[in-house]
């Protein structure tokens, strides 16, 4: 079982898996991506107190989902590589991080669009807003870190104790409806007994949901391959496989 | 333009809303592949010239 991990975490073979793996999840992206948004903005039908407006779900829902899982996937996979010392996983958490800041700023604004007509205004200092929106700022944190700090692997453990320290919002984030009594709705879908969201909506949600997810997948895994190059762009695989590709 | 196109676009009076938020969301996902695709390109491209002139030593 080690021995299979090591393998992995070969740059070399992450390398080689990364590319197969950037192609299915990317077709299975693309598919999901066409069902989903013909089915929310076709075939599901409008809501009976937003009317239309309540397609904007479908980019606004798994944008905040995603906001919060690429930022575990950032953490999880920093304090690994602090920990285990793997240079992959510390990649990983690199390459997240930009993807996250996107998810979370499509989260704000397209949340903001849909606030305007619903709510009234662009923007409310209701606490699920405000905590998605240091969300952000510990990303863009995150970020400035990374290229503030020119060693690679002290860049890696800075950004994971970081990350680790910032993970107290995702908590805070999720349970912010509940704990707070926000303007912002509780959760409809993941009452497991009996999501308060129609079948018909349900789906096309889902299908976007899964859409985001292979996306982060292939996005991230691309992003991962970038900086590996980069990186050992001196050891022998990247000069056998780039001497290959240029005969 | 068919009535029910029309419609579609108006999308109930929303129609800045959603479009907007829709056209967001694909401007932000195309662009994150669209810039590790060129960041690709240029290392390769440089890591290229580095093995070519180790080859000629």
Redesign the interface.
């Known amino acids: 079982m080690l021995r299979h991990i090591n393998q992995f975490a070969s740059p070399k073979n992450f390398y080689a898996l990364s590319c197969k793996l950037v192609h299915y999840f990317g077709g299975a992206c693309l598919l999901l991506f066409v069902a989903g948004?013909f089915g929310g903005?076709?075939f599901s039908p409008?809501d009976y107190q937003q009317?239309?407006?309540v397609?904007?779900i479908y980019?606004?829902v798994p944008?905040a989902w995603m906001s919060l899982f690429v930022y575990i996937v950032m953490a999880g996979a920093g304090t690994i590589g602090l920990i285990w010392r793997i240079k992959i996983m510390d990649v990983i958490a690199r390459s997240s991080a930009?993807?996250g800041a996107?998810f979370t700023?499509?989260a704000l604004?397209?949340g903001s669009?849909?606030g305007?007509?619903m709510w009234g205004a662009w923007w409310v200092w209701d606490a699920r807003l405000t905590s998605e929106l240091i969300l952000l700022f510990l990303y863009l944190g995150y970020i400035a870190l990374q290229s503030a700090i020119e060693d690679p692997r002290m860049a890696a453990r800075a950004g994971a104790i970081l990350a680790l320290i910032g993970i107290i919002n995702i908590p805070i984030i999720h349970f912010s409806v509940e704990w707070w009594s926000t303007l912002h709705q509780g959760p409809t879908v993941s009452k497991l007994d009996a999501p308060s969201i129609h079948i018909d909506m349900l789906i096309p949600l889902l299908l976007m949901a899964l859409a985001y997810m292979c996306?982060f997948i292939s996005?991230v895994l691309?992003?991962a391959?970038?900086d590996l190059?980069?990186l050992e762009?001196n050891s022998a695989w990247?000069?056998e496989l780039?001497?290959e590709?240029?005969r | 333009m068919l009535p029910e196109i029309q419609e579609?676009f108006h999308?109930?009076?929303?129609a800045f809303?959603?479009w907007?938020?829709?056209g967001?969301?694909f401007i932000?996902?195309v662009l994150?592949?669209i810039i590790?695709?060129c960041?690709?390109k240029v290392?390769?491209r440089?890591?290229?010239i580095?093995?070519?002139r180790?080859?000629q030593k």
């Open positions: 948004v903005l076709l409008p009317g239309e407006s397609r904007i980019v606004h944008s930009p993807l996107s700023f499509l604004a397209t669009l849909w305007k007509p996306y996005a691309m992003r391959r970038c190059l980069a762009r990247v000069g780039i001497g590709r240029s | 579609f999308m109930g009076g929303y809303y959603v907007s938020s829709y967001l969301c932000v996902l994150n592949i590790p695709l960041r690709e290392i390769i440089s890591i290229a580095q093995v070519h180790k080859q």
